[in-house]
Each structure stands twice: as C-alpha cells, then as structure tokens.
C-alpha cells in the first residue's frame, strides 16, 4: 500500500510542481511539492558525485570506493527516513514527514561529498561552491 501511494505521489508531482509550493495547502499539495524539492537535492547530489568520479578517474578504487560509500548511504537513507515514516503511519502526514527526511539527509550528503571529495587541504578553491544546508 505504501509502494502504490508514493508511486501516485511520483507520477502526480509534476502537475502540483507546475504550481506555487508556497501556495501548497492540502497534504497532497505539500507532499507534491516536496517530492520535487527530493528530485532537485538528488539531480544537485548528483552532480556532485559526478564530478568526484571525474577527480579521481584515474584511480579506480577511489572511484569505487566512492561508489560503494554512496550505495551505503542510499541504504541507510532509505531505512532511517523509512523508520520516520513508520513512526508517523497511522497519519496522513506520514509520506511528508518521510520526504522531510529523506530531503534533509540528501542535503547532508551532498554536502559531505564535497567536504570529503571536492575540496583540499591546501587553500585552494573547492572543485564546485559549497552546497547550502538551509
């Protein structure tokens, strides 16, 4: 039941993401907004992986090791925020309070690639700007 609620949620958002998400009043107007706020964090995660792997494209198992960081997380991001939802399963805030999490902690991890990836010890310039936290 909770696969076919997000998958609406999913397929529903770039109708609501059209609109205003300050304007969002309804759970499935917040919840809209909020899946597409978790696509933009994951598209800027992203790209930030991105362009780990090409620092280090030649040294495979940094690359790897990236690699199997970032399946870690994925893991563990899905469990931590899956453990939020299942706190608040019983309310109709339960998928926005999951998207919350999940929203958060990819903002955590798009900032710790760039800590750990991107930038140097040196005083140099960090390979992208610091991803905001907000």
């Known amino acids: ?6 998958f609406l949620l999913c397929i529903s958002a770039p109708v609501i993401a059209a609109e205003d998400c300050k304007n969002a009043n309804t759970t499935y107007e917040i919840g809209a907004c909020m899946s597409e706020q978790l696509e933009q964090q994951e598209v800027e ?9 090409a620092r280090y494209t030649d040294d495979k198992l940094i690359v790897e090791s990236i690699e199997k960081a970032q399946q870690s997380w994925l893991s563990y991001r899905q469990e931590q925020c899956g453990s939020i939802y299942n706190i608040w399963r019983d309310g109709t805030i339960r998928s926005i309070m ?13 900032h710790q690639i760039w800590h750990s990836y991107l930038t140097s010890m040196e005083n140099s310039s960090p390979l992208l700007p610091e991803p905001q936290l907000d």
């Open 1 to 6: 039941m909770r696969i076919i609620g997000v």
């Open 98 to 110: 999951g998207l919350s999490c999940s929203i958060r902690m990819t903002k955590l991890r798009t």
């Open 45 to 53: 995660m992203q790209h930030y992986l991105a362009e780990s792997r």
